[in-house]
Nanobody, 121 residues
Framework: QVQLIESGGGLVQAGDSLRLSCAAS????????MGWFRQVPGKERDFVGG???????YYADSMKGRLTISRDNAKSTLYLQMNNLKPEDTAVYYC???????????????WGQGTQVTVSS
């Protein structure tokens, strides 16, 4: 079992930056690939980006260039740095863990509870 807890969400203005964190506990964090997803009401959970065990990163085209995903295995923490936020980035953001990076939400084994990010115009 891996427990994941996101933090860092909130209300920001368009153009602002925000860093989300995902603290992991339980099994060895470093052995998992991690993903960030986001979801708005009535829509599917969309892939934002991911990071492999070896810290290779992958980003969705929708936010590429505005995101940086990183991990600190010593702290068992995943990060999502978002810059130049736009109102359409408003969503609940989730972190997730699995063995091997994937863009498919259904393939992830463990999920956090999500953190709300709201971007005002």
């Amino acid at each position: 079992q891996v427990q994941l807890i996101e933090s860092g969400g909130g209300l920001v203005q368009a153009g602002d930056s925000l860093r989300l964190s995902c603290a992991a506990s339980g099994r060895t964090f470093s052995k998992y690939a991690m993903g960030w997803f986001r979801q708005v009401p009535g829509k599917e959970r969309d892939f934002v980006g991911g990071i492999s065990m070896g810290s290779n990163t992958y980003y969705a085209d929708s936010m590429k260039g505005r995101l940086t995903i990183s991990r600190d295995n010593a702290k068992s923490t995943l990060y999502l740095q978002m810059n130049n936020l736009k109102p359409e980035d408003t969503a609940v953001y989730y972190c997730a863990a699995r063995h091997g990076v994937s863009m498919r939400a259904a393939s992830y084994d463990y999920w956090g509870q999500g953190t709300q990010v709201t971007v005002s115009s």
